[in-house]
Structure formats: C-alpha cells, structure tokens
C-alpha cells in the first residue's frame, strides 16, 4: 500500500474555554484510545507506508486524505476547543481507507470517521464496516443524486460532498458549437480530420482493457445499463442489462464506428488527454480531474453534456464523496455530532469545493459557484446521471464489460455475441 511517508510533528493546542491556540512538538501517538481530557487538542498524523493502520490516541479519530486532511483539522481544531475532546485527523492514500477500515475497525484500531466515495459502500456495509447516518432535517439540503448514491438497502451511510462525473470537452476553436448527437459530434470530428486540422475525431479512451466507466453514456443512450433497479431505486443485482436490446444495439454501434475508423481501442487516457490538449482532436470525454490540464494548455473550453448515440439520454456513472461514521467507533454521539453539525455545514463544503473545484453535493453551495460554466457543465449532466452501482456485483462487470467493448472494436466476432458472451460470464460470477 501507498501511503506518505512521513510524520507531521504539529500539534495544534486548543484550551476548551476559548483561549489561545499554542503549538508544540507530538510525540508519535499510541495505538490506544486516550480518555476525554479537559481541553480539546487537535492533531494531523500521516502515517507511514508500511503496516497496519494503529488508531491514534484521541477521543475523535478523523481518516483523510492529504488533498482533504487541512481543511478537515481546521474544523476538527474549532470542535476540540468546543467539546472539549482529543481530535487526530490520520492521513491516508485516498485507496487505502477502505480496506483498513474493514481489517482494523473491528480490531478496535481505526477510527470513528473517513472520508470516502459512495461506490465503497458494498464492500463496508456488507461487512459490517459503516454506520446508517440519521440527516434528518439535512436530507433535503443535497441533490438527490447524491443521497440516492450514499444509500444503501434504504439507509443512508454518508454526508455526500462532492459529485464527480465525466462529460464532453470540446474545443470551440476546432468545434464551436456544440454537437446534438453523437453521429453529428463525429461527422464533425472525422470532417476536420480530413481537413488535417485533426487527427483524432474523438480522444476517447479505451485501453488494454476496454473502459466501461467513459463508453457507460453511450450505452445508456441506448436504453441499456449495467443493473435494473427495485422498487425502492437500489440497484438489482439480478437484473443485469449489459445485453438488453438497447445494450445489443449499443454493441452493434461499435463495430460500426469502428468500421468507420471513428474509435480506436488503441486510445489510452495518455493518448486521449495529449490529443485533445495538444488541438488534435476537437472533444474529448473525460471528468474533471482533466480541467486544469486543459487549460493550461491553452485550450479555449466548453464542457457540455455527451449527446445521445441512440436517441435517450446520455446518463454517466456519478460518483459521489462523503463522510461516513464506522460503525466501530468508539464514541457515536460524538462521531455524529462533528459529522453532521460541523462537517455538514454550508462553509465546509465550500472550503472543500475551492479545493477540488468539484460539483457540490449542497445545493445551496452549487447555487454558489454555479456561475462557473466549467462546474455547470458537470453538474448539469450528473443531475441526468446515475450513481456507480455500489453494490458486491459490480466488481463481477468491469473486466468482462470492457473486454467485450474492446474485442467489438478489434473486430474479433459477431458484437451482439461478444456482449451477449459477457454477460452470460458476469452472471455466471454473481450467482444470476
């Protein structure tokens, strides 16, 4: 496991009763909870790269990331002082969390919150990792999309934050307006190839293993899907869609373009990011980590929604990231409390956007920043989109799904079968 390597000997000092924060040197902290004391102390540890995760000796042990661990020591700084508590904010990999939480919450070595993505939640909930999040009066604070992806058999485990979703870059000096479908968007494409004013009509990725995550919006244009949904809106694991009629013919639609030389399975991200931030192809489908790059290369940017290849709507995968309560913790009040009443709070998730200018899951806060053509872009099409199935069977799909879309693009078979093949091999895995 990746982790950083180092150990930040800061310690922020907070008397409970208002006074002056004083800093000094923290010794490495102990595996052990420590006992409530009576002045708060909020302290950042990163651990190191190798070893179990040891839980820090706090009353309130916060798992982050580094991108997300500043901004959350500020406000677990201000809920010491208040509550009078011991807060240690651990810095993690972002990939990390998951899995420690799983093999150390139950040894009573991690911690009482982590921040974390949505799709984590099959693996936690089914082992017992996380606990149901009560939002009450908070519920309808957030877009629905991102309270659907957080929840869970009809419970809600997390405090959404963040959306995240792919959409259509375009170069609006190769493409100034924006296509209405996606035999327009690559007519349009392959017209300024041949004009050698670019060489790819679309930079869009599939690499050595297919990629179903950036093709999921053209095969829901289709009216296809990966699962069927229950009546209460959780996905079916029973019902896979992947060779549905509209996934079939979204198959088809593969192999001709790629007999029309429009894709290529030889696109990786690294090809499809250097073409369209070099000006060799007018659109690119990719998400917003992606943005930056883009702009500083000069490209003069618009972000629209992918439009349909099969007459619906072109509905990506949302991902969405949140704070989420161990169901192992060692003090739940206390865990709720920070959570919903000090994380939850309209100037902590616009501290967290400013850091990575990614959609706001508060409404309030995206009425904010939605001045932003680049943050209205994403947002407008994740509010079409779906959450990323977090239920077990996803992890059955990916390698399968996407070797189909591959093999259909390297022409090896008949694409109705390929997909069909797939689907008859994820299902075999599942159990359906």
Known sequence: MR??????????????????????????????????????????????????????AADLVIWADDTRSPIILKIAERFAAEKGVKVAVQQLEFGDIRDNLVTQGPAGEGPDVIIGAHD??????????????????????????????????????????????????????????AP??????????????????????????????????HFYPLATSFGSGVFGVKPDGSYDPARLLIDNEGGLAFAKALDRWRKAK????????????????????????TGPWNTDDAVKAGIKLAVDPIPSAGGQAAAPFVGVQGFMISANAKNKLVANDFVLNYLGTPEVSKELYDTGKRP????????????????????????????????????????????????ILLGK?????????????IRDKIGG
Request: aromatic share 6%; net charge negative; charged share 20%.
């Open 3 to 56: 982790r950083n390597a180092l150990v930040l000997g800061l310690t922020l000092l907070l008397a409970a009763c208002g006074g002056s924060p004083a800093q000094q040197a923290d010794p490495a902290p102990s595996p052990s909870a420590a006992a409530p004391t009576a002045s708060g102390q909020a302290t950042t540890i990163v651990e190191p790269t190798e070893g179990p995760i040891k839980r820090a």
């Open 120 to 177: 984590w939640l099959g693996k936690l909930v089914t082992n017992g990792a996380v606990a149901p999040l009560e939002l009450g009066d908070k519920l309808g604070q957030f877009k629905d999309v991102a309270v659907k992806a957080f929840s869970y058999d009809g419970q809600v485990y997390g405090l959404p934050y963040a959306i995240e979703n792919i959409a259509l870059f375009r170069n609006t000096d190769l493409a100034p307006e």
């Open 180 to 213: 209405k479908t996606f035999d327009e968007l690559l007519k349009a494409g392959q017209d300024l190839v041949k004009a050698k004013k670019a060489e790819l009509p679309i930079a869009l990725q599939v690499g050595p293993e297919g990629d179903p995550y």
């Open 262 to 285: 429009a894709l290529s399975a030889d696109i990786t991200y690294d090809i499809a990011k250097e073409a369209f931030n070099t000006g060799k192809a007018p659109f690119q489908i």
């Open 360 to 407: 706001p899951a508060m409404t309030a806060v995206y009425d904010q920043v939605k001045g932003d053509p680049i943050i209205a872009g994403f947002a407008a099409v994740g509010d079409i989109g779906q959450p990323l199935p977090s239920i077990p069977a996803m992890d059955a799909v990916w390698t399968e799904y996407g070797h189909a879309e591959r093999d």
């Open 413 to 425: 078979g008949d694409p109705a079968k390929l997909m069909q093949q797939a689907a008859a091999k």
